[in-house]
């Protein structure tokens, strides 16, 4: 299978220095149509489009402005953007969020990013007479010397971009409708995207979404390359037979998450009608006694696959398709 790559970098990627760029342009939604700009420059008519974190987020956007440009849509540790991108609040996180805000060199950064983006037991492992942690924080120290400390802009319009991102119903119908397959793989431990949330926007995406779920953190595609180098080729190769969508997703038939909320909505209007039949009930019966009901309802990214070494500043991927 040959494929032509591009890794491009995004304007809310982290690493900028200027004071003047606008928040208001630092949207997945602006970025998108960035991408669909290289496409058209690049003159792929179609691609894969891939993405990873907010790369993931751009991805979506993508996929439902040109869903007729789209030949399958990989979502790498994604969310749905707002309040999802908040992390999983335990002891860890808030240490690693101290230690990020204290951070004011390579050397301090490359070590809480680390712990941001890995798992404990894949930093532990010994590579030869060292630990990988000990291999990678000369990595990640080098890689951010090189290119700089994120700066506060930077920063800011990452920020900016997953909070105000948002996939509307509308957008989900787009993708679910275009016909191209869609693969959303995660990271079980991951602390920054948390796995809820993608498994609840696989679901949302029905019946073309398949959701593949490995051991590891935010940088899951490091972690278990092989595992994710075969997710995604597997989404190629299904795509290219045209598969169909209710082969390749599994989930069951009645997982998606909107017949989900009808379901509980439909058992929570049952209910209500049997406790309101229970409370007719008890008063008729017995009107002395009462019945009280309580219904509670700038990530330094380095990508490494196998075969090749590439560090990227980019999140997003676009793969062309070639025939």
């Given at each position: 299978?040959?494929?032509?790559v591009?890794?491009?970098?995004q304007k809310?990627?982290?690493?900028?220095r200027c004071?003047?760029?606008?928040l208001?342009e630092?949207?997945?939604k602006i970025?998108?149509?960035?991408?669909?700009?290289?496409?058209d420059?690049?003159?792929?008519?179609?691609?894969?489009?891939?993405?990873?974190?907010?790369?993931?987020?751009?991805?979506?956007?993508l996929a439902?402005?040109?869903?007729d440009?789209?030949l399958?849509?990989?979502?790498?540790?994604?969310?749905?953007?707002?309040?999802?991108?908040l992390?999983k609040?335990?002891s860890?996180?808030i240490?690693v969020?101290?230690?990020?805000l204290?951070?004011?060199?390579?050397?301090?950064r490359?070590?809480?990013?680390l712990?941001?983006?890995?798992?404990?037991?894949y930093?532990d492992?010994?590579v030869?007479?060292?630990?990988?942690?000990?291999i990678?924080?000369q990595?990640?120290?080098?890689g951010?010397s090189?290119t700089g400390?994120?700066?506060?802009?930077g920063?800011d319009?990452q920020v900016?971009?997953?909070?105000t991102?948002?996939m509307?119903?509308?957008?989900?119908?787009?993708i679910?409708?275009?016909?191209?397959?869609?693969?959303v793989?995660?990271?079980?431990?991951?602390?920054?995207?948390q796995i809820?949330?993608a498994?609840?926007?696989?679901?949302?995406?029905?019946?073309?979404a398949?959701?593949?779920?490995?051991?590891g953190?935010?940088l899951?595609?490091?972690?278990?390359?092989e595992e994710?180098?075969?997710?995604?080729?597997e989404?190629?190769s299904?795509?290219?037979?045209?598969?169909?969508p209710?082969?390749w997703?599994?989930?069951?038939?009645?997982?998606?998450?909107?017949?989900?909320?009808?379901?509980?909505?439909?058992?929570n209007k049952?209910?209500?009608q049997?406790l309101?039949r229970?409370?007719n009930?008890?008063?008729?019966?017995a009107?002395?006694?009462?019945v009280?009901c309580?219904?509670?309802?700038?990530?330094?990214?380095?990508?490494?696959t196998?075969?090749y070494?590439?560090?990227?500043?980019?999140?997003s991927?676009?793969?062309?398709?070639?025939?």
């Amino acid at each position: 299978m040959q494929l032509f790559v591009k890794f491009f970098k995004q304007k809310a990627c982290g690493i900028h220095r200027c004071s003047f760029f606008l928040l208001a342009e630092c949207r997945t939604k602006i970025m998108a149509k960035d991408a669909i700009a290289l496409m058209d420059h690049l003159g792929w008519r179609k691609a894969h489009i891939f993405g990873h974190s907010m790369g993931a987020m751009i991805a979506c956007k993508l996929a439902a402005l040109v869903p007729d440009r789209v030949l399958s849509l990989a979502l790498l540790n994604v969310t749905g953007g707002g309040f999802e991108c908040l992390p999983k609040f335990d002891s860890r996180t808030i240490s690693v969020a101290i230690r990020f805000l204290k951070a004011k060199t390579p050397e301090q950064r490359a070590a809480v990013d680390l712990d941001t983006h890995y798992t404990k037991e894949y930093l532990d492992e010994q590579v030869g007479s060292s630990t990988r942690r000990a291999i990678l924080y000369q990595e990640y120290v080098k890689g951010i010397s090189s290119t700089g400390m994120q700066s506060s802009h930077g920063f800011d319009g990452q920020v900016n971009a997953c909070w105000t991102h948002k996939m509307t119903r509308t957008e989900i119908e787009l993708i679910r409708s275009a016909g191209f397959l869609v693969s959303v793989i995660h990271g079980r431990h991951d602390i920054i995207a948390q796995i809820y949330h993608a498994r609840r926007l696989a679901k949302k995406l029905q019946p073309v979404a398949r959701m593949v779920d490995l051991h590891g953190g935010h940088l899951v595609s490091h972690e278990r390359t092989e595992e994710v180098n075969q997710a995604l080729c597997e989404l190629i190769s299904a795509s290219e037979k045209k598969l169909s969508p209710h082969v390749w997703t599994n989930f069951s038939k009645d997982s998606s998450w909107w017949s989900e909320k009808g379901s509980l909505l439909g058992q929570n209007k049952c209910r209500g009608q049997n406790l309101q039949r229970l409370r007719n009930s008890l008063c008729r019966k017995a009107a002395s006694k009462h019945v009280v009901c309580l219904w509670s309802l700038y990530v330094h990214v380095r990508v490494y696959t196998k075969g090749y070494k590439k560090c990227a500043s980019s999140q997003s991927w676009v793969f062309p398709h070639i025939s």
